[in-house]
């Protein structure tokens, strides 16, 4: 390997320090004892036990799971099934026009999807609360499954199937005994997109929540426009701990089974 | 392990004109879009036979194995197997059973639950699956690896894998894509005898789709060679090989030297055929076309003797000069240029470890064959 010249270094620290250093902030900043965010005060973890007994907060945390659990599980049913009619049936008129529109709302601007989304619940008549969060969340969420998904079923080879159903599998056991424990890892990858999504969405929740549905985002942006607080530095901190922890978890189950299969392969070639 | 010579010898339903077919091709076509994958065609098969279908890719021989297993359905014609019409019968209701050119192995079952798969499909009680499974561990001797994944094994493992689960049901024919196509030269050689045991002790039909005729020769009591979705002739090795029935095959098995030319006259079971080579050729056939038609004389180049004399007795002989030798170790091939340019090609075993007769390169050379050495064809 080559040396790391003192170019590299520089421009290594720099960017790490772009992305991180802002994040540590917050981090050092959420074990401040002092009552001002921006004076160090020594160290303490008050602000952790008085989240405790923020009602609001935690009720926000609460709705935000439930929204984030609901819209990530439905959006993986449709988006896998979206993902499925997309790259099975390829021969149907009009198909590159369907993948598209599957696809836009990955870059439609936030604002309009949310906007769109309140315009038609409230011309149909649907109370805002709950019901439309999920309702929206599985709409954007379901297209980053479909995409995740689609990949993995492109890769797939389809004769796995025809072998399964020669062998005496019904189209219906073919899909649950061979497609799905095969394409299963792009499902729960898909899952976890869209449940980070889900949970870290402010615009479009904003546009169709109601009252009685505040979700985390929501509750921590209204709080700073006031002036930001530390229990709001250890909320974050909170946030960033779950997510990291996931990734992190996530990364080394694939890491692992990458270094496995591979010494697999290994062994089954010498031997 | 007991020899297959006395069984194939006497293995030949298709010439008696009693038996009765088991897989019947009945005017069989099959279009994609603009395109005829197969064309027409018609094919019998017989139970407990070693079937091959040979030809190169795009030929429709794949397809012709995907209708019979049920993925793809006939745009017209029949199949019939064992007396019933397959058509719109569904691929996991048909007896027949296929190994995949990909081997399709589920990646996420071990070996045990791959070979399984298509027993429990059936609902075979657990204790008979389990035996049925190690017997055919057993038969594929892969009894130590049955806790495996298929990436944890070689490639000859996963093709055994693959041959044991398409067989664990007892399937009444067995489909086989280019089986050995990913295998290296030596294992494909061990394996090709492997099969044809596998096939005599399963008493099962087998049905290969494959490229490589050394393959399809080796292992197939009939072969069918295809071309455009037609199947242009339907032998043994022996008759593909010895007499084929048009040019395309000639030269599709083996290699051939073709002469052109035209019918001179006939005596007494021998054609004289005036060829554009330089020689008149005396060929052995009794049904000949007129004097004055086009034919072509088609002889493998084992059947040509050369020399650096004409041999006294030759019935047909031509000058040439050698213009490339081809040194293989069990034989030499001599390419011999014509007066006329054409390259006429003549392969000697090396019997003996030094020759009497050495020609090189530049040598004037004689070719010599007789005259039942090849055969006359018209198409």
Not at chain 1, 39 to 46: A, C, K, N, Y
Not at chain 1, 93 to 101: A, D, K, Q, S
Not at chain 1, 113 to 136: H, K, P, Q, Y
Not at chain 2, 233 to 255: L, W
Request: net charge neutral; aromatic share 10%; charged share 20%.
């Amino acid at each position: 390997m080559e040396r790391l010249s003192r170019f590299n270094i520089v421009s290594l620290v720099f960017g790490f320090a772009f992305l991180y250093i802002p994040i540590l902030i917050l981090v050092i900043y959420s074990f401040n004892a002092s009552r001002l965010v921006t004076v160090w005060g020594g160290f303490s973890t008050r602000w952790y036990v008085s989240l405790l007994s923020n009602q609001q907060l935690l009720d926000a945390a609460w709705v935000t799971l439930r929204v984030a659990f609901a819209s990530a599980t439905i959006a993986t049913v449709l988006g896998t099934m979206a993902a499925l009619a997309l790259t099975r049936y390829t021969r149907f008129r009009g198909r590159i026009l369907f993948t598209g529109m599957v696809f836009a709302p990955l870059v439609m601007p936030e604002v309009i999807t949310g906007l769109s989304l309140l315009l038609l619940f409230v011309a149909i008549g649907l109370d805002r609360g709950f019901m439309t969060i999920t309702l929206a969340h599985i709409t954007f969420s379901m297209c980053f499954v479909a995409v995740v998904v689609q990949s993995r079923l492109l890769a797939f080879d389809r004769s796995l199937e025809e072998a399964a159903m020669d062998l005496g599998a019904t189209p219906v056991r073919t899909f649950f005994a061979v497609t799905l424990p095969v394409i299963l890892p792009a499902i729960v990858a898909g899952w976890m997109l869209a449940f980070t999504l889900s949970l870290d969405d402010l615009v479009i929740a904003s546009f169709t929540s109601g009252p009685g549905a505040t979700t985390l985002p929501m509750r921590i942006y209204s709080q700073v426009r006031l002036g930001v607080t530390p229990e709001i530095n250890a909320v974050s901190t909170l946030l960033i701990a779950v997510v990291a922890t996931g990734v992190i978890i996530a990364s080394l189950i694939n890491k692992r089974r990458d270094v496995q299969r591979r010494r697999d392969e290994q062994a089954a070639t010498q031997g | 392990m007991k020899s297959l010579g006395s069984i194939r010898r006497t293995f030949a339903p298709w010439t008696n004109a009693e038996a009765k077919p088991f897989i019947t091709f009945e005017n069989v076509t099959k279009t994609f879009g603009d395109f005829t994958a197969v064309d027409n065609l018609s094919l019998t098969i017989y139970e407990r036979e070693f079937f091959a279908l040979l030809g190169a890719s795009g030929c429709g021989k794949s397809t012709l194995l995907r209708m019979l297993a049920g993925f793809e359905e006939p745009t017209s014609g029949r199949i019939l197997l064992d007396g019933q019409d397959l058509a719109g019968i569904p691929p996991y209701r048909r007896p027949v059973n296929m190994m995949f050119q990909s081997y399709a192995l589920f990646p996420h079952m071990n070996v045990e639950k791959n070979i399984a798969f298509g027993l429990k499909q059936d609902g075979m009680p657990k204790a008979e699956i389990e035996k049925r499974v190690a017997d055919m561990l057993k038969l594929v001797k892969l009894e130590q690896f049955a806790k495996r994944k298929p990436h944890q094994l070689s490639g000859g493992q996963r093709q055994r894998v693959a041959l044991a689960r398409s067989v664990a049901k007892r399937p009444k024919v067995l489909l086989l894509d280019e089986p050995l196509g990913a295998l290296d030269k030596k294992l494909r050689e061990e394996t090709q005898f492997e099969l044809m045991d596998l096939q005599q002790d399963l008493g099962l039909t087998f049905m290969v789709v494959t490229h490589d005729q050394e393959e399809a020769m080796t292992m197939a009591d009939r072969i069918a060679i295809m071309d455009k979705g037609e199947v242009m002739q339907v032998a043994t090795p022996a008759e593909i090989y010895e007499a084929p029935s048009s040019r395309f095959v000639a030269d599709f098995v083996g290699s051939v030297n073709l002469f052109e030319g035209k019918v001179a006259g006939q005596d007494a079971g021998r054609v004289k055929i005036a060829t554009a080579s330089g020689f008149d050729i005396q060929a052995e056939e009794s049904a000949a076309p007129p004097a004055g038609e086009t034919v072509w004389y088609a002889v493998r180049p084992e059947k040509i003797r050369i020399s650096s004399q004409r041999p006294e007795t030759a019935v047909n002989a031509v000058e040439g000069e050698v213009w490339d030798i081809g040194y293989l170790g069990d034989m030499t091939v001599y390419n011999v240029k014509l007066a006329n340019g054409q390259i006429v090609r003549s392969s000697q075993l090396n019997a003996h470890r030094t020759t009497a007769d050495p020609l090189t390169w530049n040598d004037r050379a004689w070719l010599a064959f007789p005259a039942d050495a090849g055969v006359v064809l018209t198409r």
